[in-house]
């Protein structure tokens, strides 16, 4: 902001430049205006912008004076975006998902295909990275026929409720396995379809009709990749799980 000093300073300086450009007063008889007789407004105006001019030249030299509304720009030195490295790899290699239809087989006489499902409940019991994923269950269940319940009891149990390092890295909800051990998903989505597949596909139609008969098979006590023995609490704890959800 311009100090009033600076601003007084500067009127001064133009009042004295415009004066010497100026008739001096008083020559012309007893004529006793400010200015003079016979300057006229436009004339006045004319000598006050050529004074207010010079005089900014004065307090500022070396200043060039523009023409019109023309504007010197910078100079651009930094690149908008940064070189493409064409080494670049992904980290994770995500096989494409599994969609086939797998319709219900005449096998499956079991309490766990699908049903209504309370989504107030069920969306406010997940947490973590399973917050705000209780359409994708009960989406998964219509498609497959299994109770969108039972699909989040695993889902649940397997990842301490979207706490544990598999669904935050690797978006695997359910503990599926790959050619390469654990198994990487797009997203958690996949996942929960993925799931409800292969649930659909290898326990309930093969007759495996109850919690822990899926169990025994999805996670054998006693199984090489799981030295630290929770197979051993995943009949119980889905159990547990689901009971609380229905």
Known sequence: MTSPISSNLFLYNTIATMAKSMPAMGQTGGDSSSIGSSTSPSTFFAMLMNAMMENMEQTNPGVTQQTGAQVSLPTLTTPLTAPLDNSYNPAISIPPLNTQEVPTAATDTS????KPTQFIKLDNTL???LDGTAAHFINAGKKYDLDPNLLSAIAIHETGNGSSRAVNDKNNVAGMMGKNGL???ASVEDSIFDMARNLRQNYLNEGKDTIAKIG???APVGAANDPTGLNNHWTQGVSSQYSKLT
């Open 183 to 185: 198994r990487s998903y």
């Open 216 to 218: 025994a098979k999805y």
């Open 127 to 129: 947490e973590g990275k």
């Open 111 to 114: 309490d766990l295909k699908f």
